[in-house]
């Protein structure tokens, strides 16, 4: 079984919860709480002054979309309205290719597009922009655009490629 941390909430109920119980012999007390920090404060969005929404679930989760459309994403079912190969690029390139693409495939009303990143065999796992796209496409600029990310299917590059989802221009 995995640890996680505690969350503050669940330190001050034990706390709460031992506060008359003495230790065992030999045994030391837990440490005192330490003072609550401030949440971290959340940067309003642009788009809606005065509003403070939470941030989107993460890609690999397909929160907000339905089974049926997470399966046609996942079996490669959607039509693929573009797609972009990053292929031979510098990082901070294909960084640059990457955001103006989702930006002008969602702007023309795509909504499955293909982004190939190859493999990338490197000596310590997969090639850098392989490992990249998807922490790229959870920043503020593209995951407003984006719904669901999956690996491609092998006719499609396959451990090579991702599909991605996008939403809907309202």
Not at 76 to 87: E, T, V
Not at 112 to 122: D, N, Q, S
């Amino acid at each position: 079984m995995r640890s996680r941390p505690v969350r503050l909430k669940e330190g001050d109920v034990w706390r709460e919860a031992m506060r008359g119980v003495t230790p065992l012999p030999g045994r030391a007390a837990p440490p005192p709480a330490a003072p609550a920090a401030a949440p971290p404060r959340r940067a309003r969005d642009p788009a809606a002054p005065g509003t403070q929404r939470t941030p989107p679930p993460p890609l690999d989760s397909f929160a907000g979309v339905d089974r049926a459309n997470a399966e046609r994403l996942k079996r490669g079912l959607y039509p693929i309205a573009a797609s972009l190969d990053l292929h031979g690029m510098t990082q901070a390139e294909a960084h640059r290719r990457l955001a103006l693409f989702v930006e002008e495939a969602r702007a023309a009303g795509h909504r499955c597009v293909l982004v190939v990143t190859g493999r990338g065999l490197a000596p310590d796992g997969p090639g850098i922009l392989k490992r990249s796209v998807p922490r790229w496409l959870e920043e503020g600029g593209m995951r407003r655009h984006i719904l669901a990310i999956a690996q491609a299917q092998p006719r499609h590059g396959g451990a090579g490629a991702l599909y991605l989802l996008l939403r809907r221009q309202r």
